[in-house]
């Protein structure tokens, strides 16, 4: 990874979860995922630029309103914490702690067996604050489909969410996040910025909470996007002690919009730390 002259960071190849290969396998796929759960660099992929956090308030104009509600980012050690792949079952009890925790979340949810099955969590999701993303339809590897399916594969998420909460997505998500020029491309022509992560709790390879934990707060630093899965038994569970340990760190939570705010997220653009 090495800096170019126009504040960007040039990755050869984003290090991603292969642990989501194949949704509707996901719970029965422990040998899959016992073998694929490391996180691999992306191999095959255009060589993308990814804008951090605190380079998209920097390119902020100059006195450009940023929307921070009570947080600005420029002075706060701001985190956000983002969950993938939902809503489930796991999700209501989710947003109970979140909101009792004062804490807002960026989701990144899915279309097929998640958006339509749970539409009232989704709407709640909304109305409490939270954003509410894309995660893609159904978890195609969007650099291995045709540009008609990419397209597809965004539209149909962000026309149900729209449907439920009135507001089309603006942030996505790529399954194991891989891009290339194309789906930036598309992305861009959809109005659309994708949002990577800088921590993992590889949360799809173990139930046991106290472990997610602890991979957490063993990576997070200030600017920091989390990525855990509230689909999975043992990740709920992890949140409190998270949320909390972070806090006696001295970190606000935040979403990813008033993470990079006074900025505000680029169609086409790739956000990661």
């Known amino acids: 990874m090495k800096k170019t002259g126009t504040g960007f960071r040039r990755i050869a190849g984003f290090r991603v979860s292969t642990g989501l290969r194949g949704i509707a396998g996901l719970r029965g796929a422990g040998a899959l995922l016992a073998a694929a759960g490391l996180t691999l ?20 104009a100059a006195g450009a309103p940023g ?6 980012c420029r002075k706060a050690k701001c985190i956000a914490l983002t969950f993938d792949a939902g809503p489930s079952e796991n999700s209501a009890r989710l947003l109970d702690i979140l909101k009792e925790k004062q804490v807002p979340a960026t989701f990144f949810l899915l279309g097929a067996r998640h958006i339509e099955k749970y539409p009232e969590l989704v709407k709640r999701m909304a109305a409490e604050g939270h954003e509410v993303a894309s995660h893609t339809w159904d978890h195609k590897i969007l650099t291995k489909i045709s540009e008609q399916e ?3 594969e965004l539209k149909r ?3 149900a969410i ?8 603006t942030l996505m998500r790529p399954p194991q996040g891989r891009t290339n020029d194309t789906v930036q491309r598309v992305s861009k022509e ?5 949002v ?8 799809y390879t173990t139930t046991d909470s106290a472990l997610i934990t602890k991979r957490v707060l063993d990576q997070v630093s200030r600017d920091g996007i989390i990525l855990l899965h509230d689909i999975y038994q043992g990740t709920v569970p992890a949140v409190p002690g998270i949320i ?30």
Do not use: H
């Open 41 to 60: 660099a992306l191999s095959g992929c255009t060589k993308v630029d990814a804008t951090s956090p605190s380079e998209a308030r920097t390119q902020a």
């Open 67 to 72: 929307r921070f509600g009570t947080v600005d």
């Open 150 to 152: 990419i397209r597809e």
């Open 157 to 159: 998420p962000n026309d």
């Open 162 to 169: 729209e449907r439920l909460t009135g507001r089309k997505p």
């Open 190 to 194: 959809m109005g659309m910025s994708e």
């Open 196 to 203: 990577l992560w800088s921590v993992t709790a590889k949360d």
């Open 244 to 273: 909390d340990a972070l806090k006696q760190r001295g970190y606000v939570f935040v979403t990813v919009p008033q993470l990079i705010a006074p900025g505000k997220p680029v169609p086409g653009e790739v956000y990661r730390p």
